[in-house]
């Protein structure tokens, strides 16, 4: 064993391939991906690591605890950075299933095959060992206009499935710190931006119908406030608590951007050079937090991170992206993805007397 190499789960989606990526340009440790390739997991996003010896590709499951213990007795990792998840919340309020199944289940798969296999090791070994689990904030709740972001303190108050799927995962992680003395760290990070998002999220998903000149449809009033952060930013935050966090600790990620919706809409139409004719204020999503905002003064403090992207550039950045790199944009969406966009949109356009296309 050489303890040299880490696990990766999810690294094909959105903030699992930029983190793989940023990771094999600094690191010489091999790092192993597993990933189940769902709909938001895209081998495009690793092209350039095809080749790479220091890359290890492992389609498969987190539940699958035989697969997992493979993986850890062939490979020995000193650290495991868990992405894999079912991310996308109006996916939870149509099929909470998959939700509870990879965010719960999956995750507890992953940490009892991590501990049987960590508990083999030699008490220095064992110290050494990191879990890092990548969470979110939207395991807090809803914050009213006024009220403070966010800390590591706050109470869980997840109101969908899919911030009810991450909390339980939390509370497992750091259950398995506290009761058997795995070293896991948690991240709870805010709404992440940048290439490769897959456009079921707002930014991409307006970035794209804006250039195809298509409505862009805002939920509600469009006065719902998110705090952006570049994904390149929360990767190297990742990076941070990987090296100098302590175990059994939690550590908020945000880059203090809040923006409500129709603001970031916005500015997408002014980069993209749309008119602003193209939204269509759309039914609300149900139970739709009003507010997320971080403070993450404990990891600038103790670990020295800062977010190095300024909002307004990051966001101009991110269209370019999108602009320029088109096939991908193409062969994201497929048929199943025109198929999710009926579902999730359709009647809601139109409802406003709009063309859903
Ligand atoms: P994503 O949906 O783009 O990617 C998820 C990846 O996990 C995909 O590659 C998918 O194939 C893989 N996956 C799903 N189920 C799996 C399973 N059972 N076994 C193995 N692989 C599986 O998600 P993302 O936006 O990159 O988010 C990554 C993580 O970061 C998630 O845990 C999410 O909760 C968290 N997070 C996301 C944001 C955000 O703004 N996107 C913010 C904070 C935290
Ligand atoms: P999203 O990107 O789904 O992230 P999250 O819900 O996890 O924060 O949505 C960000 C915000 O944008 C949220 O307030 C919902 C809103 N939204 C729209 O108004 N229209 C859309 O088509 C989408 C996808 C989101």
């Known amino acids: 064993m050489t303890q040299t190499s880490i696990i990766v789960t999810g690294g094909a989606g959105f903030i699992g391939a930029?983190?793989?990526?940023?990771?094999?340009?600094?690191?010489?440790?091999?790092?192993?991906?597993?990933?189940?390739?769902?709909?938001?997991?895209?081998?495009?996003?690793?092209?350039?690591?095809?080749?790479?010896?220091?890359?290890?590709?492992?389609?498969?499951?987190i539940g699958n605890r035989e697969l997992v213990r493979h993986l850890l007795e062939r490979h020995g990792p000193r650290a495991i950075v868990h992405f894999a998840a079912e991310s996308h919340v109006d996916r939870s309020v149509h099929g909470p299933?998959?939700?509870?199944?990879?965010?719960?289940?999956?995750?507890?798969?992953?940490?009892?095959?991590?501990r049987l296999w960590w508990e083999k090791h030699a008490p220095s070994k064992r110290e050494e060992f990191r879990f890092v689990h990548?969470?979110?904030?939207?395991?807090?709740?809803?914050l009213g206009p006024n009220d403070p972001p966010f800390n590591e303190s706050t109470p869980f108050a997840p109101n969908s499935p899919y911030a009810a799927s991450k909390a339980a995962a939390d509370h497992l992680v750091r259950a398995y710190h506290h009761t058997y003395g795995l070293p896991t760290l948690i991240v709870n990070c805010s709404n992440n931006y940048g290439p490769f998002q897959f456009p079921e999220k707002l930014i991409p998903l307006m970035i794209l119908n804006a250039v195809d000149g298509k409505p862009l449809p805002v939920y509600g009033d469009g006065m719902y406030v998110r705090?952006?952060?570049?994904?390149?930013?929360?990767?190297?935050?990742?990076?941070?608590?990987?090296?100098?966090?302590?175990?059994?600790?939690?550590?908020?990620?945000?880059?203090?951007?809040?923006?409500?919706?129709?603001?970031?809409?916005?500015?997408?139409?002014r980069h993209t050079g749309r008119d602003p004719s193209l939204i269509r204020y759309v039914p609300d999503r149900p139970g739709h937090d009003r507010r997320y905002a971080m403070n993450a003064r404990k990891i600038r403090e103790e670990l020295g991170w800062k977010p190095r992207h300024g909002f307004e550039r990051g966001l101009a950045?991110?269209?370019?992206?999108?602009?320029?790199?088109?096939?991908?944009?193409?062969?994201?969406?497929?048929?199943?993805?025109?198929?999710?966009?009926?579902?999730?949109?359709?009647?809601?356009?139109?409802?406003?007397?709009?063309?859903?296309?």
């Open 134 to 142: 990548v969470s979110t904030d939207e395991v807090f709740g809803s």
């Open 97 to 114: 299933t998959e939700f509870v199944q990879t965010n719960i289940v999956g995750t507890f798969a992953l940490l009892e095959e991590t």
């Open 18 to 61: 930029n983190f793989v990526r940023q990771w094999i340009a600094h690191e010489s440790a091999t790092l192993i991906n597993l990933d189940k390739l769902t709909y938001a997991g895209n081998p495009e996003n690793l092209r350039p690591l095809k080749d790479s010896p220091a890359h290890v590709f492992a389609h498969g499951d």
């Open 227 to 269: 705090d952006w952060i570049h994904v390149e930013d929360h990767c190297e935050a990742i990076d941070a608590v990987l090296i100098g966090g302590k175990p059994g600790e939690v550590y908020n990620i945000g880059a203090e951007n809040e923006r409500p919706n129709l603001d970031v809409v916005h500015e997408i139409l």
């Open 317 to 357: 950045d991110t269209v370019t992206w999108y602009l320029q790199n088109q096939t991908w944009c193409q062969r994201v969406r497929s048929s199943a993805y025109r198929d999710y966009y009926e579902r999730q949109y359709g009647a809601r356009l139109r409802q406003q007397g709009g063309d859903a296309t």
